[in-house]
């Protein structure tokens, strides 16, 4: 059974720095892409960043609010994706989901809240 486990969430001051890790567990094979959403309170689920496997170099896409200011990262070897998260702002408040794509499947972790506040 595949499992996602998301660390790194908490509570940090405009412009502070917060780093994300998701870790994948289980029978993870062919991974095609990995990526982060979020989801704030009465909002939808949005696609935060996302990088996909190329044959000779990886694809990464960023939401407009955030290109700049967050980069994503991954390792296959221990199905890790990290979001590093810099110059936040209240609107980055969110609970914030890893994404996995892979041999056809879909796994999602559970999230981690990420509070931006004074």
């Known amino acids: 059974q595949v499992q996602l486990a998301e660390s790194g969430g908490g509570l940090v001051q405009p412009g502070g720095s917060l780093r994300l890790s998701c870790e994948g567990s289980?029978?993870?094979?062919?991974?095609?892409?990995m990526a982060w959403y979020r989801q704030a309170p009465g909002n939808q689920r949005e696609l935060v960043a996302r990088?996909?496997?190329?044959?000779?170099?990886?694809?990464?896409y960023y939401a407009g609010s955030v290109k700049g200011r967050f980069t994503i990262s991954k390792d296959d070897v221990k199905n890790t994706v990290v979001l590093q998260m810099n110059s936040l702002k209240p609107e980055d408040t969110a609970v914030y989901l890893c994404?996995?794509?892979?041999?056809?499947?879909?796994?999602w972790g559970q999230g981690t809240q990420v509070t931006v506040s004074s």
């Open positions: 990088i996909i496997d190329g044959i000779t170099r990886n694809s990464t």
């Open positions: 994404n996995i794509v892979a041999s056809g499947s879909v796994y």
């Open positions: 289980g029978s993870i094979n062919n991974i095609y892409a």
